[in-house]
């Protein structure tokens, strides 16, 4: 971002109020509790039918991979413009008005044979309702008002640690406590002071480059009573201490070039993880005198891709690389049901703990019911063209993201006001 920020303030019809966030908010990667879960607002209906899912507006946008996020009454998207800035847009929720937008210089290639899926910002903001953590593809990080859109700092990875610009652009998306963000870039794991962005430390680090382009975002847990991160990077699965940024545990991952992708998913003491030329583990985590060891407790031939499942009463509902759908046993490891249709290369899940709303790359919205003996679509809905961005849920709206607009509907039996 040049120092000379491009910042748009006043378009809208309204401003933000910075506040603490609500228990409704959709306010970072996967949800208020980043797994994916739905535990407050209203009940959820049983169909996507025009009667229950209201379309209430949509917008226009620059091509974006990064999921929205929903803090009160706006809603946070990010866009690439013209092949060479990103820009952050927050939206009233309701009205779809603009509040502000703001804009930097920041795009590069990605490889290849990855190129088919564009070149543009991918991972999806943070908020704690005063601030916005926002991951620029070329290793920066920056934090904004969320009432106002001002800069309050901005980090460049590359340039502050003379790290090498990963292949694949910040992938990660950043996680936030009362003090500090955390977010793999630098080609390590790195903690930053909230309020001045200050680098605290950076761990786990590699040589960078190809295997250094994380695409996993951490997560944080108590595991075996030590409260650690559970970060995934291209090549192993690592347990890292909160209170020093050491780590405490590593497993090597088996991935084809390192494409370890998904999100894990930690439920009590065991890590849940899958890659795409691997297999899907289930690892126990043990305490041994204050150290933490990691033991594979079960393994399967499944492989993951870019879908992180949600699980409902202890079963992973698993979207695999060739495309189909598992319900897999955390317990034993054991398949469940796998429904032998193909559903597309990714999908985004939100669960309320009964019911479960996928999107598909290729735009296709399906609400299933949770089921350990069968799948069970209640039904499905186009609502986009091109969506790898992570579908959100904030009390009784559903916000989809796909490569050209943003559109809100209001889903509920009753309507919204």
């Not at 090597?252 to 494409?259: D, L, Q």
Request: hydrophobic content about 40%.
């Amino acid at each position: 971002m040049k120092t000379t920020l491009a910042l748009l303030i006043g378009i809208c019809a309204g401003t933000l109020s910075a506040a603490d966030l609500l228990p409704t908010d959709w306010s970072q990667w996967r949800g208020a509790h980043r797994d994916g879960t739905v535990k407050d607002g209203p009940s959820w209906p049983a169909s996507l039918n025009p009667s229950t899912m209201k379309e209430r507006w949509s917008s226009k946008l620059g091509p974006s991979y990064s999921g929205p996020i929903v803090v009160g009454s706006s809603v946070f998207t990010t866009e690439t413009v013209d092949k060479k800035t990103e820009r952050v847009t927050a939206f009233d929720r309701n009205s779809g008005e603009k509040i502000w937008e703001v804009e930097w210089q920041g795009a590069m290639k990605v490889p290849f044979f990855a190129a088919r899926n564009g070149s543009w910002i991918r991972a999806t903001p943070a908020s704690d309702g005063k601030s916005l953590f926002v991951a620029g593809i070329r290793d920066v990080l920056i934090s904004l008002d969320v009432e106002t859109g001002k800069q309050n700092w901005r980090y460049d990875f590359v340039e502050q640690l003379k790290s090498p610009l990963p292949s694949f652009g910040m992938v990660c998306s950043p996680l936030l406590d009362d003090e500090h963000v955390y977010v793999q870039a630098g080609a390590g794991f790195c903690k930053l002071d909230k309020a001045s962005g200050k680098l605290i430390w950076r761990t786990a680090t590699d040589k960078g480059g190809m295997y250094g382009s994380a695409f996993s975002s951490p997560i944080r847990a108590t595991i075996a009573d030590q409260d650690v991160f559970v970060v995934q990077s291209r090549m192993a699965l690592q347990l890292i201490s909160a209170a020093n940024g050491k780590v405490v545990a590593s497993q090597a991952i088996k991935a084809f070039r390192g494409m370890n992708i998904l999100t894990p998913v930690v439920l009590e003491d065991k890590i849940f993880t899958s890659a795409y030329g691997g297999r899907s583990h289930l690892f126990s985590v043990k305490n041994e005198n204050g150290s933490l060891k990691l033991t594979e407790q079960w393994s399967t031939k499944h492989q993951g891709y870019m879908s992180t499942p949600v699980v409902i009463d202890g079963v992973a509902y698993h979207h695999l690389k060739n495309q189909r759908l598992l319900a897999l046993d955390l317990k034993t490891g054991k398949e469940l049901w796998d429904k032998s249709n193909r559903f597309g290369k990714y999908w985004s899940m939100v669960t309320d703990g009964q019911k479960i709303l996928a999107l598909d790359e290729n735009g296709t919205l399906r609400l299933l019911n949770s089921n350990r003996t069968d799948f069970e679509e209640l039904d499905n809905r186009e609502v986009a063209e091109d969506s790898w961005a992570h579908v959100a849920v904030s009390n009784g709206q559903i916000f989809v993201r796909d490569l050209e607009k943003m559109t809100v509907y209001d889903w509920s039996t009753t309507g919204r006001p």
